[in-house]
Structures are given as structure tokens and as C-alpha cells.
């Protein structure tokens, strides 16, 4: 594993640098860049503080700490083939971590981490447990629900209002209703 210094630019952009200790001279950020070669490819992890651990991002708010092997790639948002690659990242291993999302190691989801993978990895599980439900037939999950063509939010309200009208899940009114 390598470590190198950059500087994050008010633009965005990294600027490297060869020394560890390196006068910044435009307001910027000091950072640690650290890249690790994998069968998959390059790793790179970014960390805003030298020392590691948990930092704070640009809006000020505390970070989650960096696991960089947990992460989900996004699902296109209006694909009609959408949920098959949520049922395939479920399913299959990713490459980088050799495991499939239902196999994860609890800690790349809870605590901390919830705030970076828990919400994508959750749609994946409700898109694949549905299709199973189907018997993982895809013309009898498109019967079940034509909005998976429609795309990744409109499956899930479809999934949801299903499971409402089942009575598997317990749809609750807002605080803030007005009456």
C-alpha cells in the first residue's frame, strides 16, 4: 500500500504532492490519498485528517469511517433492467470484496457505516427478496409489478404499497399532517 499527500482545491480538483510535509499555497485542504492494487484494480482511499480515523467533510459534519471495500455502486434510476442488477449485487460477489451483499459483514452496514451503505444495501434486499417471493421468475415479478420498468424508486413504492395492502408492513401517518 502506498501513501501520498494531496491538497483538495476550493474546485474540487487534487493536487499531488511528492513530500510528505508540503506548504500549501491556495486555500486548500490537506489530505491522504492511499492506493492499494487489487485483482479488480486500483483501491484508492481518501481521508481528510493524516491521523485517519473519522474526519469532516467539506459541509463540516462528522464523516463515517472508511471502509473502502464497502461500497455499493448505484443503480440507474430510470433503467427497465434496474432491479436485475439490484438481484445480481444481492446475489453474485463483488469482486473487490468476494462477498454478495447479503453476505456482508454486519459492521459494513451498521453503526457508522449505516449512513454511507445501509440505505442502497436495504433496496437491494427488498428488490431480491420480491423476486424470490416471484419464484424468481421474471415474467411472473414483471406481472407482480409492471412499475420495475419504470425504474429503481417506482419498484420500491410498488413493493411497499404491496406489502401495505398484504399487511406485512404498517404504513404510518405524519406527525406534521395537516387535519
Request: hydrophobic share 35%; net charge positive; glycine share 6%.
Amino acid at each position: 500500500m502506498s501513501t501520498t499527500q494531496c491538497s483538495i482545491s476550493e474546485s474540487g480538483s487534487a493536487i499531488m504532492h511528492p513530500e510528505p510535509a508540503c506548504a500549501l499555497t491556495s486555500p486548500a485542504k490537506l489530505v491522504q490519498v492511499q492506493s492499494q492494487s487489487t485483482t479488480a484494480g486500483t483501491l484508492v482511499t481518501v481521508s481528510n485528517s493524516i491521523e485517519g480515523g473519522t474526519s469532516k467533510n467539506r459541509s463540516g459534519l462528522q464523516g463515517s469511517p472508511c471502509v473502502p471495500q464497502a461500497s455499493i455502486p448505484d443503480l440507474p434510476r430510470r433503467s427497465p433492467v434496474a432491479w436485475k442488477l439490484a438481484v445480481k449485487q444481492w446475489e453474485e460477489p463483488d469482486p473487490v470484496t468476494g462477498k454478495a451483499l447479503k453476505d456482508w459483514d454486519e459492521s459494513w452496514f451498521k453503526g457508522k457505516m449505516r449512513e454511507v451503505t445501509q440505505q442502497k444495501r436495504t433496496t437491494q434486499c427488498l428488490i431480491a427478496e420480491e423476486f424470490a417471493r416471484c419464484g424468481r421468475d421474471e415474467a411472473a415479478f414483471l406481472a407482480a409489478y409492471p412499475a420495475a420498468t419504470l425504474g429503481i424508486k417506482a419498484l420500491c413504492d410498488a413493493i411497499d404499497h404491496e406489502h401495505t395492502l398484504r399487511g406485512e408492513r404498517i404504513s404510518q401517518s405524519s406527525k406534521n399532517r395537516m387535519v
